[in-house]
């Protein structure tokens, strides 16, 4: 697959121009509404997935697929898929077998954008109604946001902000599924970005909110690495 017209390649492009270094304000909503349609158009083979039914005969028994591709059903644990990381942004998927469930974690600072590719996610997410507190881990309250709001292929592209739609998430894979995910700036403990987890815990006197407080990393939260394997991108040394 060549890279030059690709949909990755597009996006990478769109990526760059729109939170290239020095740009520190939110992006605009048509600049938003740019990426979210080249992202709506994104589907797996885009990012080197055949999403094909394991029961299809074309598993081959691992996550290796027909013509290079990885088999997105034979994904066993929850896989990521690094396809780009500068400072300014990161673009990656999520492959999930059903069932598998990322705990609820947060996205400081962030904007992030997202698209199913297949399958389909039940999403759970919050917001900060106050400032959170660190004594000595974070705590405070939230409003819900979404309650196990089901996002699938057919679904547009979601976008969330530092302080709005949804920043604090869990996602449950309700069957073989990959997110395709871009985060602007991505995580990083040095420049004060690292990914936090939380328990929510219910007000039943106050509906629509709850209490979130800091945990440490599940200790069953297992996340493997495999290789890209859509068509090469051809990188803008410049600016990242």
Same mark, same amino acid.
């Given at each position: 697959m060549e890279a %030059?017209?690709?949909?990755?390649q597009r996006l990478y492009d769109a990526c760059d121009m729109v939170f290239s270094s020095g740009r520190a304000e939110l992006p605009t909503p048509?600049?938003?509404?740019? &990426?979210?349609? !080249?992202l709506d158009a994104m589907e797996p083979a885009d990012v080197g997935i055949d999403e094909g039914s394991v029961s299809s005969g074309r598993s081959g028994g691992g996550a290796g697929g027909s013509h290079g591709l990885i088999l997105g059903h034979a994904i066993?644990?929850?896989?990521?898929i690094h396809i780009h990381e500068c400072e $300014?942004?990161?673009?990656?998927?999520?492959?999930?077998?059903?069932?598998? /469930?990322?705990?609820?974690? $947060?996205?400081?600072?962030?904007?992030? &954008?997202?698209?199913?590719?297949?399958? *389909? !996610?039940a999403l759970k997410s919050y917001?900060?109604?106050?400032? +959170?507190?660190?004594n000595p881990k974070r705590s405070g309250l939230a409003k819900v946001v979404a309650d196990d709001s089901v996002l699938q292929a057919s679904s547009k592209? *979601?976008?969330?902000?530092? /302080? *709005?739609?949804?920043? !604090?998430?869990?996602? !449950?894979? &309700?069957? +073989?599924?990959?997110? &395709? $995910?871009?985060?602007a700036p991505p995580y990083s403990e040095e420049q004060g970005r690292p990914s936090t987890y939380y328990v929510d815990i219910p007000i039943p006197p106050l509906p629509g909110f709850v209490v979130l407080e800091e945990i440490d990393t599940p200790d069953d939260l297992r996340v493997a690495?495999? +290789?890209?394997?859509?068509? %090469?991108?051809?990188? $803008?040394?410049? *600016?990242?």
């Amino acid at each position: 697959m060549e890279a %030059e017209g690709s949909k990755m390649q597009r996006l990478y492009d769109a990526c760059d121009m729109v939170f290239s270094s020095g740009r520190a304000e939110l992006p605009t909503p048509r600049q938003l509404g740019w &990426l979210q349609g !080249i992202l709506d158009a994104m589907e797996p083979a885009d990012v080197g997935i055949d999403e094909g039914s394991v029961s299809s005969g074309r598993s081959g028994g691992g996550a290796g697929g027909s013509h290079g591709l990885i088999l997105g059903h034979a994904i066993k644990q929850i896989t990521y898929i690094h396809i780009h990381e500068c400072e $300014d942004f990161s673009i990656g998927v999520f492959c999930f077998p059903a069932g598998a /469930r990322l705990p609820l974690h $947060d996205h400081p600072r962030m904007v992030v &954008l997202t698209k199913v590719l297949y399958g *389909s !996610i039940a999403l759970k997410s919050y917001d900060w109604v106050t400032t +959170p507190i660190s004594n000595p881990k974070r705590s405070g309250l939230a409003k819900v946001v979404a309650d196990d709001s089901v996002l699938q292929a057919s679904s547009k592209a *979601s976008v969330l902000f530092p /302080r *709005s739609g949804g920043n !604090i998430h869990s996602l !449950i894979a &309700l069957t +073989p599924c990959a997110i &395709l $995910d871009v985060l602007a700036p991505p995580y990083s403990e040095e420049q004060g970005r690292p990914s936090t987890y939380y328990v929510d815990i219910p007000i039943p006197p106050l509906p629509g909110f709850v209490v979130l407080e800091e945990i440490d990393t599940p200790d069953d939260l297992r996340v493997a690495g495999a +290789p890209y394997l859509g068509p %090469e991108l051809l990188f $803008d040394l410049d *600016s990242c």
